[in-house]
């Protein structure tokens, strides 16, 4: 495993670095602790090193990259490693072609750090006058922040609040690569619980998308809207609202409110046999919920609730190819009362405001994920 520690100074990476590196059996490099080494050293290099630090100004990219990868290229690391303080430009991440598997950002507000350094056991550093920090952290923030930008792009970021304790910034790291401390042994991380996402929201608030999302991630999904839409194309019927309408109070004539919930158990209970999260796409009414709850009491279930304003969402569903005039105040209202959504979308475990990019979506998607899955 290859991973990369980011912070502010302060923020605990050599802390943390070599506490994971006794967890995970790989080596910690810390590229501070190279670059202090060679500045003691009376060469060329060293003096040049130690009067660039002295004065908190960053080590030019070419420099930085070559020192690194002579490291990196050491037997000892060949396994993995975990290493801190690089890269520190998009340059540097863009040329570092190390497969790194995991970017990790120690997220602390600069007080918190300052504070931290100041109170420092160990004897202060020439790098970490005042002045020389300040330099630093303002450099961190023109050249490093747009580095955690692109590592996120690659979908290998994960921000970690530096500000618990060293116990839960630990445990929430290993969380993040999908592993778990038991016994001082770490383990791969397994899911206890089973679960069930049912994404709730309004014509246009990006349930298909979120539905989407969660397939990607290897998620069965089991839609209650197609159970009408299928009824609808079985007998030749154009999709409109008073079509939809009149189908769905059909099929609660028969069973009731939770009439998707009860037509979808035999699938939900079968899908939950060979995985442990199930997600619902399109709960509606409150008793589906309800019912869902009573037939499965040993499943969690969280209910992920879309919004986006109207004009977006109206403008969404004006695009689609099919279905594209299901849209207006008077679904809106039949939704909300007629099929008794707003309880639902009320009691949200999770709400997502989608008026944005589909990037911006499944960021807060992937929060989402991982809060149910590592619970």
Excluded at 27 to 41: C, D, M, N, Q, V
Excluded at 48 to 77: C, F, H, W
Excluded at 147 to 153: A, I, S
Excluded at 359 to 373: A, G, I, P, Q
Aim: glycine residues 6%.
């Amino acid at each position: 495993m290859k991973l990369v520690l980011i912070g502010i100074q302060g923020s605990g990476k050599s802390t943390q670095g070599n506490l994971l590196s006794k967890q995970l059996h790989i080596p910690y490099l810390s590229t501070g602790h190279i670059f202090r080494e060679i500045a003691k050293e009376k060469t060329e290099l060293g003096k040049y090193l130690k009067l660039t630090m002295s004065a908190g100004m960053l080590i030019p990219d070419q420099k930085t990259i070559e020192i690194v990868n002579n490291y990196i290229s050491r037997p000892e690391y060949k396994r993995g490693y975990i290493i801190d303080g690089f890269p520190r430009t998009v340059r540097q991440a863009e040329e570092f072609k190390n497969n790194v598997d995991k970017v990790i950002y120690l997220d602390i507000p600069e007080k918190e750090a300052l504070w931290r350094i100041a109170y420092r056991n160990d004897q202060t550093r020439t790098d970490e006058t005042l002045p020389a920090l300040r330099k630093r952290i303002e450099l961190f923030n023109r050249h490093t922040v747009p580095v955690l930008d692109y590592y996120e792009k690659e979908g290998k970021l994960a921000v970690i609040d530096g500000t618990q304790s060293i116990k839960d910034v630990n445990k929430a790291i290993l969380k993040s690569l999908g592993k778990q401390l038991i016994k001082n042994q770490i383990k791969e991380w397994e899911q206890k619980n089973k679960a069930m996402i049912a994404i709730a929201g309004l014509p246009g608030a990006g349930k298909t998308e979120a539905a989407n999302f969660f397939k990607k991630k290897g998620l069965p999904i089991i839609s209650f809207g197609k159970i009408i839409n299928d009824c609808i194309d079985q007998q030749n019927l154009t999709h409109t609202e008073e079509v939809h309408k009149k189908i769905r109070m059909g099929l609660r004539e028969q069973h009731g409110e939770e009439a998707l919930a009860i037509l979808s158990e035999k699938e939900i209970k079968e899908t939950l046999e060979k995985n442990t999260i199930v997600v619902i796409d399109g709960l509606r009414s409150w008793k589906e919920y309800l019912y869902l709850k009573n037939k499965f009491p040993e499943v969690d279930i969280y209910i992920l609730t879309l919004f986006a304003d109207k004009d977006i969402r109206y403008k969404r569903i004006s695009k689609r190819r099919s279905r594209f005039k299901l849209y207006g105040e008077q679904r809106d209202i039949n939704e909300l009362i007629g099929t008794n959504m707003g309880p639902t979308i009320a009691f949200a475990d999770f709400l997502i405001k989608n008026n944005f990019s589909k990037e911006d979506l499944e960021d807060k998607l992937e929060h989402v994920y991982r809060s149910v899955y590592f619970k």
